[in-house]
């Protein structure tokens, strides 16, 4: 029976080391929540919590990175986006 060193496990990771970019030259996203989460699925709750929408029109500004794009590409049929330059 062959045991493995710490060396072979790091080596055999299955996914990469990930990294978060830089903001994207000063765009932000102006996000709000413009239909009710009542009949959605959980997971949808959570992602527009996480992008920190609380009750319907409430608004947010979070920057033009691919996490939050990703998140607002969830739950889409319920925020409306704009693109807002920061100063």
Known sequence: MAVKTQAAKKESSPR??????PPSSGKMLKIKLVRSLVGHPVYQRQVVKGLGLRKVNSEVVRPDRPE???MVHKVAHLVRVDVVESK
């Open 16 to 21: 990469p080391e990930r990294r978060i970019a």
């Open 68 to 70: 939050v794009r990703g």
